[in-house]
């Protein structure tokens, strides 16, 4: 009889031990689903948010456009609560937005030399202009 009464404790405890283990996993998952990831969304849509209004949709469209659909990628996965999901589409799209808003500037730094240049270019044909008239009036002077 206290063979068997042992087996009963026995299993009364394993079953605690397993119960326990069931609930400890749970909650150990549950803690892993992690955070929204609210900070890394706020730096993403700032990121979005520049490389529109700095001209990316002109000057970057493949790279902005790329930004804005992981962007509202991010967003429904948080909706969805799939945070892990969220955070990495967020990361990616904050990072195609930064490639975006660069070559943007880049677009337009060139743009701005390739200005310059013609300005440069103009100033001179009108310094050769210039020079030439001053060259024919001092020969008409000196006949």
Known sequence: MKSATAQKSLSKACTLKLAALALGSSLLL???AGNPPTAQMAVTQS???EAVSSGGNQFAPIETKS?????TQ?????SNEKYD?????AEQAEWDARLATRKTQAAKAD?????AQNS???IREEGQINL????????KVQQ
């Open 30 to 32: 549950a803690g892993c």
């Open 47 to 49: 990121a979005v948010n």
């Open 67 to 71: 930004a804005q659909d992981k962007w």
């Open 74 to 78: 991010a967003q429904t996965a948080l």
């Open 85 to 89: 999901e969220a955070k990495q589409l």
């Open 111 to 115: 743009a701005a030399l390739k200005d």
């Open 120 to 122: 440069i270019q103009q």
């Open 132 to 139: 030439q008239l001053q060259q024919n009036l001092q020969k």
